[in-house]
């Protein structure tokens, strides 16, 4: 299965951030066999404080800062106090 470069890019970071994400939607049944055309990607993360954290780290590296502090959990416990 083929993604566009910018999703294989953003998957990576996410791997390499240690985010636990599912791949869900058209391009996880396309990954059994069934392909159907899309143009999203749809990604399902684990909603812990603690993924918050790496999500918020990833989407950060990938060039989204004014997201990432928006993101929930973007703010370390000790910044917050």
Known sequence: MELQTEW????SVLKRH???FLLVGAHAVA????????????????????NAHRVAAAIREFGFSETARDWPGSRSPIASR
Request: avoid cysteine; hydrophobic fraction near 40%; charge should be neutral.
């Open 31 to 50: 990954a059994h066999g069934r392909p159907r055309f899309t143009q999203n990607l749809d990604v399902l993360v684990e909603p812990t404080l603690a």
């Open 18 to 20: 240690g985010v636990r």
């Open 8 to 11: 294989n890019e953003f998957l």
